[in-house]
């Protein structure tokens, strides 16, 4: 994956860990905050902070009198669909990864894990708001003490709760207040229906406490282009109305700095927003070298938005999330009316389609999923195919019907590819339907055996948040482990430029589509590297190639080797930053 990804949640198999991390010294005027950086810019403004809930504590009245207890249960029945229908028309209104991150959002709210367990408690005799307090306590419970996967999904629990006791209560849908002037959005977390529907113009920067550079805030926060730094230490002590500078390239929060300076540092970081918004690709260098810069999309809708942007192509198209909420497999001919509506929308342009990339994070319904222990370690991706031969066949077909009607033909490629051999198969099968067949570098081994992988397959595309996750052994989605999966780690670089090495030795294209390459500075070490395309968030394509038109190739190659020397992530950017300004 790795970028966030909307996802349909089984509360039965799905798990979290929620960390909470502060600091023990008080702050004062400023005070530095470190967190990890999410999208960059430099944002100064006072503090907002989401509006009070409902009180969720156990109600005063007593039990249900048995004979009321189907009346409390329709109530309670009434209220979660009430919720779950306005998040439904905010998706339905919203575009790209809100709309996503929404629609996922009042799935969760019709769950009958959770809904089973408050009508469970309701004809037992318990209230309605006491029932949902207690069933939505259950779960969180359960998916904190088995730890690993989808942190945010308790964010998203809680926030279904509030909503639902607020309904039950008669109580105003609590919420992200709009501020009078331009504010800063801080919060220990954020639910995807806040983040969703931010103003970029009155909001102009978030920072968090928990969460991860592949959370819901982040997505959205790429989306809607404003600074963010997530698992930030401390700022839970940062009260409303504090003047604070939110820098989203450094990662860092500083509480009540001089005035001058901070606005200084606005100024400067809005030219060089205005010299983004000017470039109009395509991706070179500043002496010609050329990169290119294309985008990452989920459906048509997504890829026409994207086609609006200097995007020469799509880099990944990510076409689980097409069917995320789908009972069954799309027909051949549904798939292939779906494919197509991305390669029509880049007609003439290069288009990369990632086959389904289920399982983990990511469960599909049709797929059979098998009950994991460890499902980040297990059946997902490319590993589906063995038990369910039918899905990659059936996806290939659709893609080759896709090509043919368009008349766009695209590249293909596997996610959570491991060893050559699992190449080679793909490949076969690829070509067999005349297609181009690539894979995604995720999996440590597949970075390490690179060159014997290319052996099979013609071209490789690095998914960086998988990559980071595989490589320091630490959960994508914990607050508390952030900083290990950060993009910038030697040991991540270390996999990339040996992947990209491997490449260049065979003549054979290799691209960026994690995270990674959506960081302006990081995208000219990757270039450094040698890769040959970049792709990202929409929202983050001109940054990344108005950064990449202000250096030279020596510049990044000079800074692509500072960063491998270094030895924690820090230092990386702080040697990127002194080669590349």
Not at 27 to 49: K, W
Not at 170 to 179: I, R, T, Y
Not at 297 to 302: H, N, R, S, T
Not at 356 to 377: C, I, T, V, Y
């Amino acid at each position: 994956m790795f970028g966030f990804t909307p996802e349909r949640v089984d509360l039965s198999t799905l798990s979290c860990n929620l960390v909470h991390m502060t600091v023990t010294s008080p702050l004062t005027s400023h005070s530095v905050l470190h967190g990890v950086p999410v999208v960059p810019g430099v944002q100064y403004a006072p503090v907002i902070r989401p509006g009070k809930l409902p009180d969720v504590d156990n109600d005063a009245e007593g039990e249900i009198a048995e004979e009321k207890r189907a009346a409390e249960g329709e109530r309670f029945t009434a209220a979660a669909a009430a919720v779950a229908e306005r998040l439904r028309e905010r998706a339905a209104h919203a575009t790209g990864a809100a709309s996503e991150v929404l629609a996922a959002t009042a799935t969760l709210a019709t769950d009958r894990g959770w809904l089973g367990a408050a009508e469970k408690r309701i004809r037992d005799g318990a209230p309605a708001v006491r029932a949902v307090n207690g069933a939505i306590d259950q779960f969180v419970e359960m998916f904190t003490k088995l730890g690993g996967l989808m942190a945010e999904r308790v964010t998203d629990l809680r926030d279904i709760r509030d909503r639902v006791v607020a309904e039950l209560k008669g109580l105003p849908e609590p919420g992200v207040p709009v501020p009078d002037e331009p504010s800063i959005l801080c919060a220990e977390d954020l639910a995807p229906a806040d983040t969703a529907g931010l103003d970029p113009e009155l909001v102009v920067a978030l920072a968090t406490t928990l969460g991860g550079p592949t959370s819901h805030t982040a997505i959205i926060a790429r989306q809607l282009g404003i600074p963010c730094v997530v698992a930030v230490a401390g700022l839970d002590d940062v009260p409303a109305g504090t003047m604070v500078l939110v820098d989203g390239t450094r990662g860092i929060v500083t509480v009540s700095p001089d005035e001058g300076p901070a606005r200084e540092a606005v100024a400067e970081a809005k030219r060089v927003a205005e010299a983004a918004a000017n470039w109009s690709g395509p991706g070179t260098t500043a002496d010609g070298h050329a990169v290119a810069v294309l985008a990452n999309v989920q459906d048509g809708a997504a890829a026409r938005s994207a086609r609006q942007t200097p995007a020469e192509g799509v880099g990944l198209f990510r076409t689980e999330l097409c069917f995320l909420n789908t009972d069954t497999e799309p027909t051949v001919d549904e798939q292939a009316t779906i494919y197509a509506e991305v390669l029509d929308a880049f007609a003439g342009n290069k288009v990369v389609i990632r086959t389904l990339d289920a399982g983990s994070d990511k469960p599909l319904k049709f797929a059979g999923h098998p009950d994991e222990a460890n499902p980040a370690l297990g059946v997902r991706g490319i590993r589906i195919a063995a038990n369910n031969p039918g899905l990659l066949a059936n996806q290939l077909e659709a893609i080759a019907k896709a090509a043919e009607r368009s008349g766009n033909p695209p590249w293909v490629m596997a996610p959570m590819i491991a060893t050559a051999e699992e190449a080679k198969n793909f490949a076969d099968k690829a070509r067999s339907h005349g297609l181009t067949p690539g894979v995604m570098i995720e999996v440590p081994a597949a970075a390490l055996l690179a060159d014997r992988v290319l052996e099979h397959v013609d071209f490789l595309s690095i998914g960086t948040n998988d990559l980071a996750q595989y490589t320091m052994a630490a959960d994508r989605m914990s607050a508390e482990l952030a900083t290990l999966t950060d993009p910038w780690q030697p040991a991540v670089l270390a996999l990339v430029a040996m992947a990209v090495k491997a490449g260049a030795a065979v003549g054979k294209p290799v691209g960026v589509c994690g995270e990674a390459a959506a960081d302006p500075l990081l995208a000219c070490v990757l270039t450094g590297f040698g890769v040959t395309s970049l792709s990202a968030a929409a929202a983050a394509v001109q940054g990344v190639g108005a950064k990449l038109a202000q250096v030279t190739l020596q510049q990044c190659r000079d800074a692509a080797e500072a960063v491998l020397g270094t030895a924690s992530a820090a230092e990386g950017r702080a040697a990127a930053l002194a080669v590349l300004g």
